[in-house]
C-alpha cells in the first residue's frame, strides 16, 4: 500500500505543495504513475499560484518532480534510473527536477559509488549525457564531485589524464561546467615542501582543462590549532576573480594564518593575472 503525505508552505517569499509518495514494495511504474495522475488532478484551483511538486519513492529510487510533469516523467525517468544504479552497482539514487527554484538544471544525486568517478560520469553520459543535468556525486570520505552535462569525452579524458588516482587522494571537491573544471579544493600534508606539492596540483590540473578556474586549498587541518585562523587560502588561476572589497582579502591576518597568507601570495604571484 502506498502512502502519501502532504506539505504546504505559504508566506511572503514561498507558495509551495509538495506531495511525498512511498510506493508500497514491488510497485510497478505503472502504478506509480497513477498515483501521480491521481494527486495531480486532486489539486484544486486554490493552489493554481503555487509551486507544485511530487517526490515518488521507489525501489531505491527518490524522483522528486513537478507534477504538471510528472505523469510523462515517470513513464521513462525510472527505468533509467534503474540501469544506472545497476551499472554502477549502488542500492539508489535520488533526482531534483528543475521545477524546484532552488535547482537551475536538473539534479542527480549518487552516494557511495565505488570505483572510479570517471566510470560513474560515463555511466551518467550514457544514459543522460546529452542533457542538461547535474551529477553531485558524494563518494564518502573521497572528493565531492559536481558535473555539468553536458560533458564531452574529450574533455573528460583530458581531465582524467591529468588528474589521476594520486591527485584524487588529496581532492576535497572538484566541479565541473560547460566542458571546463571550474572549481577545485585540495587538502596536502604540511611540510616543509607544501607550496611545491600545490603548485605541482595547480600545474597538473590545468594542464586537463582551460584557464580560468578556481583553486582552494588548507594544508593539515582546515584551521589553524586554536581552530580560529584558516590554514590555506584561495587562487583565481587564469583570472583576477577575488572578493576584492571583502574584509578576508582586505585583512588577511585576520581570517588566515602567517604561513597561509605566505603561500597564497606566492601561489597568486604565480597563477593569476592580478596587475
Not at 103 to 113: G, T
Not at 162 to 187: P, S
Request: net charge negative; proline share 3%.
Amino acid at each position: 500500500m502506498e502512502t502519501v503525505a502532504t506539505y504546504y508552505r505559504k508566506d511572503n517569499s514561498v507558495q509551495r505543495l509538495t506531495y511525498v509518495a512511498i510506493m508500497a514494495d514491488g510497485a510497478t511504474d505503472e502504478k506509480a504513475i497513477h498515483v501521480a495522475s491521481t494527486l495531480n488532478d486532486e489539486i484544486g484551483s486554490e493552489f493554481d499560484n503555487f509551486d507544485r511538486g511530487l517526490t515518488v519513492k521507489q525501489s531505491g529510487l527518490t524522483i522528486a518532480l513537478r507534477t504538471e510533469t510528472a505523469v510523462e516523467s515517470l513513464k521513462h525517468l525510472p527505468s533509467r534510473l534503474r540501469a544506472l544504479t545497476s551499472a554502477l552497482g549502488v542500492g539508489g539514487v535520488t533526482w531534483f527536477d528543475s521545477w524546484d527554484d532552488r535547482y537551475s538544471e536538473d539534479i542527480l544525486e549518487i552516494d557511495s559509488a565505488s570505483g572510479s568517478p570517471f566510470d560513474v560520469i560515463t555511466a551518467v553520459r550514457d544514459q543522460f549525457g546529452s542533457e542538461e543535468i547535474q551529477l553531485r556525486l558524494d563518494r564518502g570520505n573521497d572528493a565531492q564531485w559536481s558535473v555539468t552535462f553536458p560533458y564531452s569525452v574529450q574533455a573528460q579524458d583530458k581531465l582524467e589524464s591529468a588528474v589521476g588516482t594520486d591527485l584524487e587522494k588529496v581532492m576535497q571537491r572538484i566541479e565541473i561546467d560547460g566542458d571546463h573544471l571550474t572549481n577545485l579544493t585540495v587538502t596536502v600534508d604540511s611540510g616543509p615542501d607544501a607550496v611545491g606539492r600545490l603548485e605541482d596540483i595547480i600545474d597538473r590540473a590545468d594542464s586537463g582543462t582551460s584557464a580560468p578556474w578556481s583553486f582552494n586549498w588548507s594544508v593539515g587541518s582546515s584551521r589553524s590549532m586554536d581552530g580560529n585562523l584558516l590554514t590555506g587560502g584561495h587562487i583565481s588561476v587564469g583570472s583576477c576573480d577575488y572578493a576584492h572589497d571583502s574584509a578576508k582579502e582586505k585583512e588577511p591576518s585576520q581570517f588566515m594564518t602567517t604561513e597561509a597568507i605566505k603561500a597564497q601570495t606566492q601561489l597568486r604571484d604565480s597563477y593569476d593575472t592580478c596587475p
